[in-house]
């Protein structure tokens, strides 16, 4: 199987950029995949099929399973306040999304790859579950055997011109970021209508 071709073409039914190649062909082909481009992701359907697409894309950025998204919304909503603020706080504070957003990883892909076979520490411990809490300034740093790696030398040249989010202040020197606070919604690059999968999972 083809996984970056996988890849492209979830990009295109999904209307989002998951990795640097699909960003590219998308540029060349945005419309989704199928005859004549197929049908607009954003085009007017079903309710049930504007809010199940919505989950798909959160889904598809975090890379994580159906149970899980389940287990996060519902966790979500049980807690006081408003339940998108909370699914943020679990998706965000996952150890794989700030790997990802710091740019030490290229992609959520690599960045659940190089996890689990344990390139990474946080506050200087080694930690392979890709799933696991970061709490606020809690430090994710690569291994001293990991910098040497392609991967991470590659992460290092691209820190140079790729942006962070402001609740992660990384250092290029010593390819480790720190969470600063506990992220809101307005703060996350998410490309989600975020009430559409809570009311998904509400149903």
Known sequence: MNTRGAKVRL???????????????MERRPNPP????????HAKGTEYKRHLIEKQRLRAQ?????????????????RPGNPVDALIELLETRMDAVVNRAGLART?????QLISHGHFLVNGKRVNMRS???????VVSVSEKGRKMA???EASEEMITRPTVSYL?????????????IPKPSDV??????????EFYSR
């Open 11 to 25: 990009s295109r039914q999904l209307g989002i950029q998951l990795t640097p190649k699909a960003a590219k062909v």
């Open 34 to 41: 199928g005859q004549h481009g197929g049908a607009k992701t």
């Open 62 to 78: 975090y890379n994580i399973e159906e149970k899980q998204m389940r287990n996060y919304v519902n966790m979500a909503m049980k």
């Open 108 to 112: 959520i892909y690599q960045a659940q």
């Open 132 to 138: 696991q809490r970061l709490r606020a300034n809690d």
């Open 151 to 153: 991967p991470f030398i």
């Open 169 to 181: 202040e990384r250092s290029r020197e010593d390819m480790s970021v720190r969470l600063i606070h």
């Open 189 to 198: 690059p998410v490309l989600c209508d975020l009430p559409m999968v809570i």
